[in-house]
């Protein structure tokens, strides 16, 4: 069963509490998504690093039950 919207953005927020999240469903599939998250956390680290940081909030699910996420990171302005 996919990974819901909602379930994607709490992950995010509990892994990076300060985080400011957008989902947006990329196929109308409940599958593919996109994430934008802005976090004070990201500031210094390159954007893999960033992505690290994201993906971690998914473990073992990142791939399987969260099929796929394109990010877009950055710290706030």
């Known amino acids: ?4 919207a909602h379930e ?3 992950r995010i ?6 985080a400011q999240v957008e989902i947006r469903d990329l196929a109308g599939d409940g599958d593919h998504y996109a994430a934008t998250v802005i976090s004070e956390s990201f500031r210094g680290k390159t954007r893999v690093q960033q992505h ?10 990142m791939g399987t039950t969260l099929h ?7 710290a706030p302005e």
């Open 1 to 4: 069963m996919p990974m819901p």
């Open 68 to 74: 796929s996420l394109a990010l877009q990171t950055k």
């Open 13 to 18: 927020k509990a892994a990076i509490p300060d």
């Open 8 to 10: 994607i953005e709490r």
């Open 52 to 61: 690290q940081l994201v993906n971690a909030a998914f473990g073992a699910d």
